[in-house]
């Protein structure tokens, strides 16, 4: 069974109701670890609770992530 652990989170909120979340995430399983990127879309409910749509895995190599970072400033 793996579970899954945040390190770290942030939220950039838009529109009437809506944010993206972007975290640092751990996956636990029986002897094994293994951190990955988080970028998650979802909502806030009336009273409050947050409900996810979707999310995207990135992976933890550094090299990856600048190359992710350089083509979304170029978008």
Sequence with gaps: MVEF????A??????KNNF????RKK???EGTDREFISISRGFYLPDGTKKWKSSI???DE??????IAELLKKL
């Design 62 to 67: 550094n090299d990856k992530r600048e190359k």
């Design 27 to 29: 996956a636990v399983a």
């Design 10 to 15: 942030e939220e950039v909120k838009f529109g």
């Design 5 to 8: 652990e945040v390190i770290t």
């Design 20 to 23: 993206i979340e972007v975290a």
């Design 57 to 59: 895995t990135l992976p």
